[in-house]
């Protein structure tokens, strides 16, 4: 079975261009999570959703940030304008719907802003 | 409020040593459930081990062992006769029941030396 799936690896993109970050998590789950990681504050929780549904956006730095989950293979997170600030590791994680669940990871997509 | 610390930042052990990474949490809930990850170099997360707050037995996994004490608030992680390939960043996190959220501790860096 696949795991989650991140697209891309790797994003290096000049400030105010728009970034959209991919996720496809593992069939079956119903939680799908999305966080970054940086050197200063970690792994942060931005947004997750339950059966596609947003619960908890309040991780979300400001409004450049936003994230949908059309369906449940899917789900994407946009950052319009992007500044160097936002350049971090981003993961994506999903779990079967329980907070007694673990998540799994993906490998992340590591973002360059210049 | 929930909350997981873990004060080691860094540890730096030889080949062959035991060591332990400690693991405190804080929560207002009297069920809850306690994770530990594996961020090795390449930069995934990898679960480990999840345990619920009515299960206080040891367990113990290969040369991992886990030691869960709710008297101290506490999770702590222990690697015996550590090697190389256990160099990686260990994140402890918590979440409560009820909630679909996982707290992430810090993380603490642990440097196996051959």
């Known amino acids: 079975d696949a795991g989650v799936i991140q697209s891309p690896r790797h994003e290096v993109t000049e400030m105010g261009q728009e970034v959209t970050l991919r996720c496809k998590p593992i069939?079956?789950?119903?939680?799908l999570f999305w966080y970054r990681q940086t050197m200063m504050r970690g792994l942060e929780l931005l947004i997750y959703?339950?059966?596609?549904?947003?619960?908890?956006d309040s991780g979300m730095p400001e409004d450049r940030f936003s994230a949908k989950m059309p369906n449940a293979s899917f789900s994407t997170l946009k950052i319009q304008p992007s500044e160097p600030r936002d350049s971090a590791v981003y993961f994506c994680?999903?779990?079967?719907?329980?907070?007694?669940?673990?998540?799994?990871f993906g490998p992340g997509t590591r973002l360059t802003v210049t | 409020a929930q909350k997981v610390t873990q004060a080691q930042t860094e540890i730096s052990v030889v080949e062959k040593e035991d060591v332990t990474l400690d693991c405190v949490y804080e929560?207002?809930?009297?069920?809850?459930?306690l994770f530990w990850y594996k961020q090795p170099p390449s930069g995934e997360l990898v679960f480990l081990i999840r345990?619920?707050?009515?299960?206080?037995q040891n367990e113990i996994s290969g040369r991992y062992s886990w030691n869960f004490q709710k008297s101290t608030s506490s999770f702590n992680f222990t690697i015996t006769a550590s090697q190389v390939v256990d160099s990686a960043v260990y994140f402890c996190?918590?979440?409560?029941?009820?909630?679909?959220?996982?707290?992430f501790g810090k993380g603490t860096r642990l440097h196996i030396l051959p």
């Open positions: 959703f339950n059966n596609n549904v947003p619960i908890d």
């Open positions: 345990r619920n707050s009515f299960d206080e």
């Open positions: 929560t207002r809930d009297t069920t809850y459930y």
């Open positions: 994680a999903s779990s079967e719907f329980s907070s007694r669940n673990e998540q799994y």
């Open positions: 069939s079956g789950h119903n939680s």
């Open positions: 996190a918590l979440s409560e029941a009820g909630d679909d959220k996982i707290i």
